[in-house]
Protein backbone atom coordinates (compact mmCIF):
# COMPACT_ATOMS: atom_id res chain seq x y z
CA UNK A 1 0.00 0.00 0.00
CA UNK A 2 0.92 3.59 -0.47
CA UNK A 3 2.00 6.12 1.99
CA UNK A 4 -0.80 8.74 2.33
CA UNK A 5 -0.20 12.42 3.53
CA UNK A 6 -2.00 15.31 4.34
CA UNK A 7 0.43 18.45 4.26
CA UNK A 8 -0.09 22.30 5.04
CA UNK A 9 2.25 24.73 3.99
CA UNK A 10 3.17 28.05 5.40
CA UNK A 11 3.42 30.79 2.74
CA UNK A 12 6.82 30.74 1.86
CA UNK A 13 7.05 34.79 1.83
CA UNK A 14 6.10 34.31 5.95
CA UNK A 15 9.39 32.51 6.92
CA UNK A 16 12.78 33.76 5.00
CA UNK A 17 14.89 30.30 6.81
CA UNK A 18 12.95 28.24 4.45
CA UNK A 19 9.86 25.90 3.89
CA UNK A 20 7.73 25.28 6.20
CA UNK A 21 4.92 23.05 6.40
CA UNK A 22 3.11 20.51 8.58
CA UNK A 23 2.86 16.71 7.81
CA UNK A 24 0.13 14.81 8.66
CA UNK A 25 1.03 11.16 8.30
CA UNK A 26 -2.13 8.60 6.88
CA UNK A 27 -0.46 5.54 6.90
CA UNK A 28 2.10 5.78 9.85
CA UNK A 29 2.64 2.14 9.70
CA UNK A 30 3.61 2.53 6.22
CA UNK A 31 6.28 5.15 6.69
CA UNK A 32 7.39 4.67 10.76
CA UNK A 33 8.76 1.40 10.10
CA UNK A 34 10.95 -0.02 12.57
CA UNK A 35 13.51 -1.57 9.95
CA UNK A 36 13.59 1.90 8.54
CA UNK A 37 14.62 3.69 11.81
CA UNK A 38 17.77 1.80 12.99
CA UNK A 39 21.06 3.67 11.74
CA UNK A 40 24.62 2.66 11.69
CA UNK A 41 25.43 5.81 13.15
CA UNK A 42 22.80 5.22 15.95
CA UNK A 43 20.35 8.43 15.82
CA UNK A 44 17.32 7.79 17.31
CA UNK A 45 15.18 11.16 16.37
CA UNK A 46 15.73 14.84 15.47
CA UNK A 47 15.70 16.42 19.16
CA UNK A 48 16.20 20.07 17.86
CA UNK A 49 15.92 22.48 14.81
CA UNK A 50 18.05 25.95 15.22
CA UNK A 51 17.40 28.96 12.78
CA UNK A 52 19.14 31.66 13.01
CA UNK A 53 17.55 35.36 12.47
CA UNK A 54 18.35 38.80 13.33
CA UNK A 55 15.29 39.48 14.52
CA UNK A 56 14.19 36.31 16.08
CA UNK A 57 10.82 38.54 17.40
CA UNK A 58 9.59 38.25 14.21
CA UNK A 59 9.52 34.34 13.70
CA UNK A 60 8.53 33.88 17.43
CA UNK A 61 5.31 35.63 16.58
CA UNK A 62 4.08 33.92 13.80
CA UNK A 63 4.71 30.72 15.92
CA UNK A 64 2.56 31.88 18.82
CA UNK A 65 -0.18 32.39 16.05
CA UNK A 66 0.03 28.59 15.00
CA UNK A 67 0.96 27.63 17.99
CA UNK A 68 -1.78 28.34 21.20
CA UNK A 69 -0.99 28.07 24.77
CA UNK A 70 2.27 29.70 25.50
CA UNK A 71 4.30 27.14 23.06
CA UNK A 72 6.67 29.84 21.83
CA UNK A 73 9.59 30.47 24.86
CA UNK A 74 11.80 33.14 25.03
CA UNK A 75 15.32 32.45 26.06
CA UNK A 76 18.48 34.73 26.79
CA UNK A 77 19.69 33.40 23.13
CA UNK A 78 15.89 34.01 21.57
CA UNK A 79 12.96 31.94 21.43
CA UNK A 80 12.23 27.75 21.67
CA UNK A 81 9.32 25.96 20.55
CA UNK A 82 8.33 22.69 21.87
CA UNK A 83 6.97 20.40 18.94
CA UNK A 84 6.77 17.12 20.74
CA UNK A 85 10.13 15.36 21.56
CA UNK A 86 11.70 18.00 19.13
CA UNK A 87 12.30 21.73 19.51
CA UNK A 88 12.55 24.40 17.35
CA UNK A 89 15.32 27.31 18.55
CA UNK A 90 15.47 31.09 17.19
CA UNK A 91 18.99 32.36 18.08
CA UNK A 92 20.96 35.05 16.71
CA UNK A 93 23.94 35.12 14.59
CA UNK A 94 25.90 35.42 18.13
CA UNK A 95 24.07 32.58 20.19
CA UNK A 96 25.14 30.54 16.46
CA UNK A 97 28.96 31.18 16.52
CA UNK A 98 28.92 31.20 20.82
CA UNK A 99 27.16 27.28 20.37
CA UNK A 100 28.86 26.07 17.16
CA UNK A 101 31.94 27.92 16.69
CA UNK A 102 33.73 26.80 13.20
CA UNK A 103 31.23 24.27 12.61
CA UNK A 104 28.23 26.98 11.93
CA UNK A 105 27.52 28.10 8.66
CA UNK A 106 29.20 31.23 7.37
CA UNK A 107 26.42 34.31 8.09
CA UNK A 108 25.21 34.82 4.62
CA UNK A 109 21.44 35.42 4.90
CA UNK A 110 19.61 37.27 7.77
CA UNK A 111 17.58 34.29 8.70
CA UNK A 112 18.27 30.64 7.85
CA UNK A 113 18.57 27.09 9.10
CA UNK A 114 21.63 26.33 10.60
CA UNK A 115 21.94 23.01 12.81
CA UNK A 116 20.22 19.89 13.16
CA UNK A 117 20.60 18.56 16.64
CA UNK A 118 20.42 14.54 16.34
CA UNK A 119 19.91 12.25 19.49
CA UNK A 120 21.85 9.18 19.56
CA UNK A 121 21.91 6.27 21.32
CA UNK A 122 25.65 6.28 21.53
CA UNK A 123 28.50 8.79 20.61
CA UNK A 124 30.59 5.84 20.76
CA UNK A 125 28.58 4.39 17.48
CA UNK A 126 28.09 7.84 16.15
CA UNK A 127 31.80 8.37 15.93
CA UNK A 128 32.44 5.29 14.27
CA UNK A 129 29.77 5.09 11.98
CA UNK A 130 31.83 8.90 11.19
CA UNK A 131 35.24 7.48 11.15
CA UNK A 132 34.24 4.76 8.41
CA UNK A 133 32.44 6.89 6.40
CA UNK A 134 35.30 9.64 6.24
CA UNK A 135 33.31 12.15 7.42
CA UNK A 136 35.75 15.08 9.20
CA UNK A 137 34.09 15.49 12.66
CA UNK A 138 34.86 17.51 15.91
CA UNK A 139 34.33 15.05 18.96
CA UNK A 140 33.64 16.72 22.64
CA UNK A 141 32.69 15.77 25.82
CA UNK A 142 28.61 15.89 25.21
CA UNK A 143 28.54 16.12 21.80
CA UNK A 144 29.83 15.31 17.72
CA UNK A 145 29.74 18.11 15.87
CA UNK A 146 29.95 17.96 11.99
CA UNK A 147 30.48 21.19 10.21
CA UNK A 148 28.14 22.97 7.52
CA UNK A 149 30.51 22.77 5.22
CA UNK A 150 30.64 19.22 5.59
CA UNK A 151 26.65 18.68 5.54
CA UNK A 152 25.07 20.39 2.92
CA UNK A 153 25.23 23.62 4.57
CA UNK A 154 23.80 22.78 7.98
CA UNK A 155 25.86 22.29 11.21
CA UNK A 156 25.38 18.61 12.52
CA UNK A 157 25.26 18.28 16.44
CA UNK A 158 24.87 14.34 17.70
CA UNK A 159 24.06 14.65 21.17
CA UNK A 160 22.75 11.33 23.49
Given at each position: RDAAFRTVRVAKDAVAA??????HHLTRDVVWRDEWRRHANGVLGV???V?????PDVLGALFAKLFEGGAVVQ???GLRLGLGLTR???VSAIDVALRFGAAAPPDERAEAMV???L???SLDRTEFALAAGGVPYEREADRILVAASE???VTLEFRE
Open positions: GRLYFCAGIVRSQATDALEVALVRTAACG
